[in-house]
C-alpha cells in the first residue's frame, strides 16, 4: 500500500486498544490517537493511558498512574495488582477483542500482552523499542512471537530488527519534530534570568534520587573545579521536582567551598537551550541536548558489581545516544573510574574553549535532527493503517 493509500478516510468502526505505561507514552498515544482519528474517525480507543489520551477521547480501563512503577523493589511490592490489571485488560480483550492492540513502550507490562492477544488472532504492535539491540540480545525471539509490527524511534533500532526477520517501521522521534532546528538561547536565559554575556553550564545529574545520590556530588565537584578556571561560568541545574530540589540543595551545601548554583524547578529542556554545554548522566536527555544542539559531556557510575555485569552484557561501543546514532563518538564518555571531577571538568573546559569543534558539532546534530524528523505521529499511523489494511 502507498502513503497516498494509506491516507484515505475509512468509514470502518474499528476498535484499538492501546496500553500505555508512562508519561512519556501516554504523549505518544495521544499523537497517535489524533493521527488515526484522521484515518478512522469512527474508530474508538481503550486500553489504558494517561491524561493526554484521554482528552483525545480515550476510554482509559485503568488508571494509567497504577503501572508507572519505578524500580525492582517497587515493581515487588506491586506485583500482585500488576499481574491483576493484565488479567483484567486480556479478559476484557478476548471478551470484545480490538482490531489492533498497540502496546508503547513499558515492554516487561506490555509485550506480554501484545504475545498473547496475537495467539489469540489479535494483530499487535509495538511502539518504541525496548533496548534489545544492547543487550539481552536473545529476547528479540520472544519479541518475535510478540508483535506482529514493531515501531522504532531510531534507525539502527530498525537495522536490527530487519536483520532478525522482524516486521519493522522507523518512524522518527517525536522530540526532533517538537524541538525546533535552531534553539534560541538568548530567550531562554532571559526566560531564567541568566546573564547573556557569561557562559552557562547546564548539569543533569538525572532525575532518580537514587541518580542523584550517586552523580550529584561528582556532578557538583566537576564544576567547582571548572568555576575555579573560569570564575565567569554559571552553573544551573534543573530539578524535576521539589525532593529532587531539596536533595540537590542538600548536596550543594555539603560542599566544603561555596559554589552559587542555579536550581531550576522542572525546566530542563529550557536549562539545556540556555546553556553553552551540558554535563548530564547518559539517557535520554542526551538525546534533548543534541537536539538543542548542545556541546555535553556524559558522565556515569554505577556500584563495581553492577557496572562489571553490564560491561558483559551490553553489546555497544557508546551509551550515548548521539554516538550510537552517529556510530562515532561525538560526545565524551567518562565512565565508571574515568568518571572524575577533574576529567569532567576538563572535558567541559575544552568544549567551552574550542568554537570551531563546537560549529562542526552542531552541524553533525544538525545532520542527526533531520534523520530524527520523520513526522513520529504520522508515520506511525501510516504503518498501522497499512496493517489494518492487510487484515481486512
Not at 94 to 101: A, E, I, N, Q, S
Not at 124 to 141: C, L, M
Not at 246 to 263: A, D, F
Request: glycine letters at 6%; one cysteine or more; a neutral charge.
Amino acid at each position: 500500500m502507498t502513503h497516498a493509500q494509506a491516507d484515505t478516510i475509512s468509514s470502518r468502526k474499528l476498535t484499538i486498544a492501546i496500553i500505555a505505561g508512562e508519561a512519556s507514552g501516554d504523549i505518544l498515544g495521544a499523537g497517535l490517537i489524533r493521527s488515526l482519528h484522521k484515518r478512522y474517525p469512527n474508530a474508538r480507543f481503550v486500553g489504558i493511558g494517561g491524561e493526554e489520551m484521554i482528552a483525545e477521547g480515550f476510554n482509559s480501563l485503568v488508571p494509567m498512574e497504577r503501572l508507572s512503577v519505578m524500580g525492582l523493589v517497587e515493581v515487588l511490592g506491586r506485583i500482585r495488582e500488576l499481574f491483576s490489571i493484565r488479567a483484567r485488560l486480556l479478559d476484557y480483550f478476548f471478551t470484545t477483542p480490538p482490531d489492533v492492540v498497540i502496546g508503547i513502550d513499558s515492554p516487561d507490562f506490555t509485550l506480554a500482552i501484545e504475545r498473547r492477544c496475537r495467539e489469540a488472532g489479535i494483530p499487535s504492535v509495538h511502539y518504541v523499542s525496548p533496548s534489545v539491540w544492547a543487550w539481552r540480545q536473545k529476547r528479540i525471539f520472544k519479541i518475535a512471537k510478540s508483535v506482529d509490527l514493531m515501531l522504532t524511534l531510531f534507525p539502527f533500532e530498525a537495522r536490527f530488527y530487519e536483520e532478525h526477520q522482524v516486521p519493522v517501521a522507523f518512524v522518527g522521534h517525536p522530540l526532533a519534530d517538537r524541538i525546533p532546528m535552531e534553539p534560541d538561547t538568548r530567550a531562554a536565559r532571559e526566560s531564567l534570568g541568566l546573564e547573556l554575556d557569561k557562559p552557562v553550564l547546564a548539569v543533569l545529574p538525572g532525575s532518580r534520587g537514587g541518580e542523584v545520590e550517586r552523580l550529584g556530588t561528582l556532578f557538583l565537584e566537576a564544576s567547582r573545579w571548572l568555576q575555579a578556571r573560569r570564575p565567569d561560568i554559571q552553573l544551573v541545574i534543573p530539578c524535576v521536582n521539589r525532593d529532587r530540589e531539596r536533595q540537590i540543595q542538600g548536596l550543594v551545601e555539603s560542599l566544603e567551598v561555596k559554589l552559587p548554583v542555579t536550581l531550576v524547578r522542572g525546566r530542563s529542556r529550557e536549562v539545556m537551550a540556555a546553556s553553552d554545554v551540558v554535563l548530564l548522566a547518559s539517557g535520554t536527555a542526551t538525546l534533548e541536548a543534541m537536539l538543542l544542539k548542545k556541546p555535553m559531556v556524559v558522565g556515569y557510575r554505577l556500584s563495581n558489581f553492577s557496572y562489571k555485569l553490564l560491561s558483559r552484557l551490553v553489546k555497544v561501543p557508546w551509551v550515548a545516544l548521539p554516538n550510537l546514532l552517529a556510530q562515532k563518538p561525538l560526545v565524551p564518555e567518562l565512565l565508571q573510574d574515568d568518571a572524575t571531577p577533574e576529567r569532567l571538568g576538563a572535558a567541559v573546559l575544552e568544549r567551552l574553549e574550542h568554537e570551531q569543534e563546537r560549529a562542526d558539532l552542531k552541524q553533525a546534530f544538525t545532520e542527526l535532527h533531520k534523520s530524527l524528523k520523520q513526522d513520529a505521529d504520522e508515520r506511525a499511523a501510516i504503518a498501522i493503517s497499512q496493517l489494518l489494511e492487510r487484515q481486512c
